[in-house]
């Protein structure tokens, strides 16, 4: 997500289009950033957060007033409940903004979202770094590229830099350090397949799995590491990641394979412990239908992501380096952001 060169709207890509397609996406009102991320025409927390935040400016250029901002802020919080990415975004630029006369508030609003995105790009370069340094552990002694196992897309495409998961892979790639990665489709919305079409364009070797593949290849010795990305993980370290996530956590336990979670911190609720106290969106049934041709009277659930408990983590890749998926492992690294009383 960016501004457009006229300095005032946003631009991005459809992600409902792709991999077939690329088509820009172009945003010019709050309602219009509200939709594109309901839609999931944009997705990702981080994306998510960074284009909430540029819907707020957009807010703020139409109608600085503290009604507009607030409908505004509503309207964008209410569109996708797990990733907290969201309401933090919201919460930031709303923190600069109404302080501020209405005449300074659209300025003031798009240098918050700005500073969102930078900081977001330097996050993912530092997960890149920490992650790196995990993988070329892996890598000593071994005699083939590191196998990785991702789940979803927790990629470029997900946010404003070079994604979170996949940061350590492409810095990996451009280092000379071999790795294959395997992607598993994430039903129903097929986010491998972004994963797919991000790693082929940056020529990184990779292979597309079902995701009812991936047991069979983390007990068949065939998967080095899993790393994923993260909508919302806890203070005490509980991760929310896309539906299937704590599938592959499972059998990574039962094979003996560390399982890895990139995660800014932009993505830690520091106000709750337990994963259970996550809200879990829960998504139009038509998602599933669709993706097996099944006719509209067959029930359908579709919960959209699962809560992967603290004890099946073996780290958490932040911008500072890797916590212990515990309290005391963010508390740690993040002693400015605990909160004693949460
Ligand atoms: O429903 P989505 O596609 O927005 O879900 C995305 C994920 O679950 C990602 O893994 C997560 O947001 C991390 S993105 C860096």
Redesign the pocket.
């Known amino acids: 997500v960016r501004l457009a060169a006229d300095g005032w709207a946003v631009e991005s890509l459809d992600q409902t289009r792709l991999p077939g397609a690329q088509v820009p996406l172009r945003l010019t009102t709050w309602r219009e950033a509200a939709e594109a991320i309901a839609s ?1 025409r944009v ?4 994306l ?1 957060g960074a284009t909430a935040a540029y819907g707020l400016a957009l807010a703020a250029r139409a109608d600085p007033s503290d009604a507009s901002l607030e409908e505004a802020a509503r309207g964008l919080a209410a569109t996708r409940p797990t ?1 907290v990415n969201l309401a933090w975004a919201l919460d930031r630029v709303l923190g600069v903004v109404l302080p501020e006369s209405a005449p300074d508030r659209a300025r003031s609003a798009y240098r918050e979202a700005e500073a969102i995105c930078a900081e977001d790009v330097a996050a993912n370069r530092a997960i890149g770094e920490h992650g790196l340094a995990l993988f070329s552990g892996l890598a000593a002694g071994a005699d083939r590229p590191v196998q990785i196992l991702t789940h ?3 990629g470029r495409l ?2 404003v830099g070079w ?2 998961a996949t940061a350590p892979i492409y810095l990996a790639h451009a280092r000379g350090l071999g790795v294959h990665v395997w992607v598993s489709e994430t039903r129903p ?1 097929n ?1 491998g397949a972004l994963t797919a079409w991000e790693l082929a364009r940056a020529g990184v070797p990779h292979t597309v799995v079902a995701d009812s593949a991936c047991g069979h290849l983390l007990l068949g010795g065939r998967v080095d590491c899993c790393l ?4 919302r993980t806890t203070a005490a370290g509980d991760v929310a ?2 539906i299937g996530t704590l599938l592959k956590a499972l059998a990574a336990r039962e094979a003996n394979v560390p399982f890895w979670v990139a995660a800014p911190s932009s993505s830690i609720d520091w106000s709750i412990r337990g994963g259970d106290a996550i809200p879990i969106e829960e998504r139009d049934g038509s998602e599933v239908r669709r993706a097996l041709g099944l006719p509209a009277e067959v029930p359908v659930a579709n919960p ?2 699962d809560v992967t408990p603290a004890r099946l983590v073996s780290g958490l890749i932040t911008e500072r380096g890797v916590a212990e998926a515990s309290a005391a492992g963010l508390a740690d690294l993040f002693p400015d952001h605990f909160r004693g009383d949460a």
Do not use: E, H, L, S
């Open positions: 999931m997705r990702g927390a981080p998510i990733a979803c897309n927790a997900a946010t994604g979170t919305r986010q994923v990305g993260t909508d990641n896309k959209a992501f």
